[in-house]
């Protein structure tokens, strides 16, 4: 796993953004900016929603936010378009399709081939400041990132 005071990897992924659209994702989207990127399991669940517009209180903090998964950018349009909770966040859900990125990083559950629950705080100069990593069915605290 990657850890604090290193990079953050490259990459250049599909998503769905803040207006409902598809759109390109990649490491210039928050170079120059602190980020918060995090990792959920699957879109389409239970437990996801919750987190994810949670995180978009951090939009409010003046911060670049991106969330993660496995799943393609053609689910996440039509999770978004079905949820109430997460129809209309500001920050993009990004398509780690094949879990290359969450692979480089090391928190995919090798188990159940998803994303764990990981947050990384990445710094202006794209080094990782922090990094929590919680099991597929432990919540994260979104205060506690703020």
Not at 7 to 25: M, R
Not at 71 to 100: M, P, Q, V, Y
């Amino acid at each position: 796993m990657l850890s604090v005071g290193c990079k953050f990897p490259l990459f250049d992924l599909n998503g769905v953004g803040e207006h409902n659209g598809f759109v390109n994702i990649s490491t210039a989207s928050i170079a120059n900016d602190w980020a918060v990127v995090y990792f959920y399991p699957k879109d389409f669940t239970f437990i996801c929603p919750t987190e994810i517009l949670e995180m978009d209180r951090l939009v409010d903090e003046g911060v670049n936010v991106i969330g993660f998964s496995g799943d393609n950018e053609f689910c996440k349009l039509a999770w978004k378009k079905d949820n109430d909770l997460i129809r209309n966040i500001r920050h993009t859900l990004a398509a780690d399709s094949g879990l290359e990125l969450s692979g480089e990083l090391g928190v995919v559950d090798q188990h159940e081939q998803v994303c764990l629950r990981a947050t990384y705080i990445v710094d202006p100069e794209n080094t990782i400041q922090s990094i929590t990593v919680n099991a597929l069915d432990s919540g994260r605290n979104v205060d506690e990132t703020i």
